[in-house]
């Protein structure tokens, strides 16, 4: 006479899984919640497969309910947080809109040319200033120039690049035949 193997939790898991989405489906009001839920009843099941329970269907409901209140305690804890420290509201992306991010883009490359067409010493004088954050002091003392011939240096630098990005910002006129 051969023995009868009790169903492991994990197939029990997934012989009842539409009616455990269901369930917890209701109660969540979302079905991508429940999905979730209902992988993570299995996920625990199969961890515990060493024992099993006297009644294997009613402790998967109860496993699927417990992570469902565990997940919405979680969600009412950080909402709770978030509202305490003023971001419950509105939690702002960082980023530039696209339409700004691609003008801040252009304004870029548009200085990227201008810096392109400065003469060699003026550039990297700039450079150094400008970008690199380093003090007239210390440019002086690596290049060998002195601090008033680098405040010039830097001063056409910069009415240069202003020059050219107002340049690249008016509309260009055609000569029409």
């Known amino acids: 006479m ?3 193997k009790p169903m ?3 197939r029990l898991v997934e012989i009842h899984y539409e009616e455990l989405k269901t369930y917890i489906q209701r109660r969540a009001g979302s079905s991508a919640i429940a999905s979730d839920i209902v992988q993570e009843t299995w996920l625990r099941a199969a961890r515990h497969s060493t024992k099993q329970p006297d009644k294997p269907l009613a402790y998967l409901y109860r496993t699927a309910t417990n992570l469902l209140l565990d997940r919405q305690r979680q969600e009412t ?8 420290i003023g971001l ?6 960082p980023l530039s809109p696209p339409d ?3 003008g801040i883009h252009q304004e870029l490359e548009r200085l990227s040319v201008a810096l392109d ?3 060699e010493k003026y550039r990297s004088v700039f450079l150094l200033s400008r970008c690199e954050g380093f003090t007239l002091r210390e440019i002086s003392m ?3 120039i002195k601090e008033r011939t680098l ?4 001063a056409k630098g910069m009415q240069h690049c202003r020059a050219r990005l107002i340049e690249a910002k008016r509309p260009r006129r055609f000569a029409v035949p």
Do not use: F, M, V, W
């Open 8 to 10: 492991t939790l994990t």
């Open 88 to 93: 419950a509201d509105e939690i702002e992306c």
């Open 100 to 102: 700004e991010a691609a």
């Open 142 to 144: 690596q290049l060998d």
């Open 151 to 154: 405040e010039k240096q830097i």
């Open 117 to 119: 067409d400065l003469p």
């Open 2 to 4: 051969a023995s009868c």
């Open 77 to 84: 804890t950080h909402g709770r947080y978030l509202g305490e």
